[in-house]
């Protein structure tokens, strides 16, 4: 193309690559996102409507990560032109109707994480959770209180916002044809054209692999498999009872043991609260009374039983690349000190976009990064 190297080049605009490109950009100059189909494509993993932001991990490392990312996203949101980031907390319940030993369920345990980690969570019996949150019918509750929802169309304008100010440039409906050493730097054939780079960071979700295929001399591949929820569905309540299920006075909500997860209605930009089926592969989930969303309705949050349900269409229903050791999968390429990957965000990579972007721009331009990453080595499928 007869071009300047780029500092950095990044394959995939999702809003891993768009978080890699927002940090790198303070450091680097020339800076290019090759992306395959376009930036803000609903039937990718990224763009959506709303995504859970908790800390509530069971696994204290996922935890720690998860609240440092939270810090991120409020350093972040003050460059916004509009809220990306809604505060009404996490909550997680029980029934002992449903899972009858209480003390083993997600809820928690997870508050015990959280109780641990000192980080702010409140606990509820049967009757404090009736008087704080009426709208459930449960045993327990437990609230994780720096959590909330991401509302995604504000994150990816105020990212494409800063890109295009720092001048980085976007290349949209690109294919990668090879990728190629040469003279120290990286040769990456396209549709599009050539272009050179230094270095070469690949954020392809679950193109990650069809990519390192085309980079010469690379024979890693990572074991990912596609998943999705078994069920989405938007519930709308009647105009007279919709102020009982807004982020003003409902948190986002899990039943994990059952395979529940929920949002409620964000005013103005959700259609209603949206409630997920779907076992997560590091939560052992039950066989119990609740089959799907609307059992779990009638059994746990009775007041949505006259609510309209419509499917949650397009990738607003999340979309999954699990990996093989349910770790992610973040650091250099085995055999490559220029080529860096982030991968495998096992259905709960949103929350942790700005951290990864920033880990990712670090390994790549500074040479490594503060954090101990050690356990998402991609070493570790070579």
Known sequence: MGEETQDLTIIGGGVMGLFTAYYASQFARRITVLEKSYVGNKATA??????????????????????????LWLEFQRTASELCLVECGCLNIAKESVT???????????????????????????????????????????????????????????????????????????????????????IIGTS??????????????????????????????????????????????????QAHFTSDVLPVFAYLDVGIYGHPIYVGKTPGVKIGFYHPPDVQTLNTSIRDVHSFVATCLPGLQEAGAVDVQDVDQCFYDLVADDNFILGSVPGFTNVFVGVGWRGTGYKYAPWVGQTLMQLALQAGTVYDITRFSPRRFA
């Not at 690949?202 to 295929?213: H, P, R, Y």
């Open 46 to 71: 990224s763009f959506s409507y709303t995504r859970s932001i908790r800390n509530d991990y069971l696994d204290p490392f996922y935890a720690r990560l998860a609240y440092e990312a939270r810090r």
């Open 192 to 241: 599009a054209g050539e272009y050179t780079s230094k270095k070469l960071i690949v954020t392809a979700g679950w193109g990650t692999n069809e990519i390192l295929s085309q980079l010469s001399g690379c024979t890693t591949q990572f074991p990912l498999t596609p998943d999705r929820p078994s069920q989405c569905k938007y519930f709308i309540p009647p105009p007279e009872q």
């Open 100 to 186: 009858p030993d209480l003390e083993a369920t997600y809820a928690v345990q997870s508050y015990r994480t959280l109780v641990d980690l000192h980080l702010k969570t409140e606990e509820f019996d049967r009757e404090a959770l009736q008087q704080r949150f009426p709208q459930f019918s449960a045993d327990l509750g437990r609230l994780d209180v720096e959590a909330g929802l991401m509302y995604v169309p504000a994150v990816t304008q105020a990212l494409l916002a800063a890109l295009r100010e720092r001048q980085v440039r976007i290349v949209d409906h690109v294919e990668v044809r090879q990728i190629e050493q040469r003279d120290g730097d990286l």
